[in-house]
Nanobody
Framework: QVQLVESGGELVQAGGSLRLSCAAS????????MGWYRQAPGKQRELVAA???????NYADSVKGRFTISRDNAKNTVYLQMNSLKPEDTAVYYC???????????????WGQGTQVTVSS
């Protein structure tokens, strides 16, 4: 199995910063893509930022210029640096990875349990 564990979510004032981390572990053969999604109450889960299979980065328009995704391939870890946070950034942030498990064919999606980010006005 492949496990994703997020950390770093907390309550922060508007204009503040947070750094989220997501570490992948388990029987990983390779990770093709990895990134962050979020889901606010009453809304659908949406892409925040991610590394594609080719290594390029994609950002939601709403976070461009404020959020930065980075990774440490040696640690199978991806980070999300969030600056200039706004109340509308409040959501549960989920880590996602498209990974191939050792001994199993094909890649599949894995999700973390989520970490709550709350931005107060």
């Amino acid at each position: 199995q492949v496990q994703l564990v997020e950390s770093g979510g907390e309550l922060v004032q508007a204009g503040g910063s947070l750094r989220l981390s997501c570490a992948a572990s388990g029987s990983i053969f390779s990770i093709n893509a990895m990134g962050w999604y979020r889901q606010a109450p009453g809304k659908q889960r949406e892409l925040v930022a991610a590394f594609s299979r080719r290594g390029s980065t994609n950002y939601a328009d709403s976070v461009k210029g404020r959020f930065t995704i980075s990774r440490d391939n040696a640690k199978n870890t991806v980070y999300l640096q969030m600056n200039s946070l706004k109340p509308e950034d409040t959501a549960v942030y989920y880590c996602n990875a498209e990974a191939i498990q050792i001994g199993k064919p094909g890649a599949r999606d894995y999700w973390g349990q989520g970490t709550q980010v709350t931005v107060s006005s």
